[in-house]
């Protein structure tokens, strides 16, 4: 079936192949780590993610995305996701991450440590779809969706906090389905594309076993439509393990 909103559709269907479209046989690496963990690696040695499975704790996978200030150097930035988080916002934010290496690479742009962008471009489109915001005097607003099962909340404040400039999460608050934080220093035209993502009026196809229970009386359901056969097949890579339960 066919699903919305898309913070309430279940983790849907999480690969390397589907979150990582980087160009391997253009000097991204890809390495195999401990444990079952997966890196993708670019060029230049400094940009880095991550999938993490952790099978002793159900539910603690994670997908990582990191900026080091040098080449296996202290950390400039980080993004972390819950292997939980719908598939088709992983995608998203790691297709406009390529996007923002690529640019900056071939320009003299630094996109990648000094973003530009304005934190409203992250949240008017949120406003724009119907979510409520409400600001508190502790420097976070936060950003609620009409039905208030999920959020995006903003710590504006840069002094007196060390937590993640932007978090986001689906579900309860007090129980969420999953989460995602972006670090202060993390470009915000990353959190602007997932953000974007996540009020995607595309709907998402989910088998039902993959939708929360306890949400899904908050869907929009459509039959699911015919899946087309693609015109060309991509270059194999590795599979992670498929994570239990992110288009621009």
């Not at 996007?99 to 934190?119: C, F, G, I, M």
């Not at 508190?136 to 099962?149: A, H, M, N, S």
């Not at 404040?157 to 986001?168: K, L, M």
């Amino acid at each position: 079936m066919r699903v919305l909103p898309r913070h309430l559709a279940g983790p849907g269907q999480a690969d390397l192949e589907t979150i990582w479209a980087f160009p391997f046989d253009d000097g991204w690496h890809l390495h195999q780590g401990l444990e079952g963990m997966v890196f993708a690696i670019s060029p230049c040695a400094r940009l880095w993610t991550r999938f993490a499975p952790k099978p002793e704790e159900r539910g603690a996978d994670t997908w990582t995305i990191g900026m080091d200030r040098a080449p296996f150097g202290p950390r400039a930035w980080e993004i972390t996701f819950d292997a939980t988080t719908p598939a088709e916002l992983l995608r998203d934010v790691h297709t406009e991450l390529l996007d923002l290496y690529l640019e900056d690479r071939h320009s003299d742009k630094n996109h990648l440590v000094e973003d530009p962008t304005a934190p409203h471009e992250v949240y008017t489109p949120l406003l724009t779809h119907g979510w409520s915001h409400s600001v508190k005097t502790d420097g976070t607003q936060t950003f609620l969706p009409p039905e208030g099962l999920g959020g995006v909340r903003h710590r504006y404040a840069t002094t007196g906090s060390d937590g993640p400039a932007w978090r986001a999460w689906g579900g309860y608050p007090s129980e969420p389905h999953w989460q995602a934080q972006f670090s202060a220093g993390a470009p915000t035209t990353l959190a602007a594309a997932f953000t974007a993502s996540l009020i995607s009026t595309e709907p998402l196809h989910r088998a039902v076993k993959q939708i929360p229970f306890h949400t899904r009386r908050h869907l929009y359901v459509a039959p699911a439509a015919t899946p087309q056969p693609p015109s060309h097949l991509p270059p194999a890579l590795p599979s992670a393990p498929h994570p239990a339960g992110r288009a621009r």
